[in-house]
């Protein structure tokens, strides 16, 4: 966006001077110039709007890879993310973490025959990260990684940099499933589901749309 509304800055630029010197022409040869110089200013007020837009488009741009940065310097080598920062937010919220998603899908989501939700999801990273909206906040957070090494479950957690509350319940365990309840008090539902070369982590953060 930023480079589009730079090239239109350029092109209004380069016809305010384009004008402006037809102006002086018709001007000095005393031929009819004041229509000239009308579309001089116009172009040139229009060029110093998409200039300011410019400069605006660029900043905000600029803090978003800043903010994924910063993010990204903040965890340790063994975290993927911090599934924190996402409980319950707003889209814009979400991407002034994140950034701009590569790809916005609109759908219905399903429960049942009588239940049903206009959703968003919003994916990074070749959809590696998705992130699922309801009601103009964020639901549930997936990431969608590799192998899954079962074992510690505390290093699990730490992926994810998931801190557990008192409430912390185990409700499934299966050679392909892993599965927490009452996390704490940002995370409703923490589900893992794997198979031999991949592994899906699902973060739901208001249950109210999935049960």
């Known amino acids: 966006m930023f480079y589009f509304i730079m090239t239109l800055w350029l092109f209004s630029l380069a016809g305010a001077i384009i004008m402006f010197v037809l102006w002086a022409i018709a001007k000095v040869s005393k031929k009819g110039s004041s229509h000239k110089a009308k579309i001089?200013?116009?172009?040139?007020?229009?060029?110093?709007?998409?200039?300011?837009?410019?400069?605006?488009?660029?900043?905000n741009e600029t803090k978003a890879i800043t903010n994924t940065v910063t993010m990204n310097e903040e965890k340790d080598d063994s975290m993927i993310i911090d599934a924190n920062k996402f409980s319950k937010i707003s889209p814009d919220e979400l991407v002034s973490i994140m950034g701009e998603p590569e790809l916005i899908e609109d759908a219905n989501f399903k429960l049942s025959e009588t239940r049903s939700y206009k959703t968003k999801y919003y994916s990074y990273e070749n959809n590696t990260y998705e992130f699922m909206i309801i009601d103009n906040e964020v639901v549930r957070f997936t990431y969608y990684g590799g192998k899954f090494e079962e074992g510690n479950e505390e290093?699990?957690?730490?992926?994810?940099?998931?801190?557990?509350?008192?409430?912390?319940?185990?409700v499934a365990e299966t050679p392909a499933a892993l599965r927490f309840q009452m996390v704490n008090d940002k995370i409703a539902d923490f589900w893992i589901t794997y198979t031999d070369d991949i592994s899906i982590y699902k973060i739901t953060y208001n249950m109210n749309y999935f049960s």
Do not use: Q, R, W, Y
């Not at 290093?155 to 409430?167: A, C, D, Q």
């Open 155 to 170: 290093e699990v957690f730490k992926k994810f940099n998931i801190s557990t509350g008192p409430n912390l319940k185990k």
């Open 40 to 59: 001089a200013s116009f172009l040139f007020l229009l060029s110093i709007v998409f200039l300011i837009a410019g400069i605006a488009i660029d900043a």
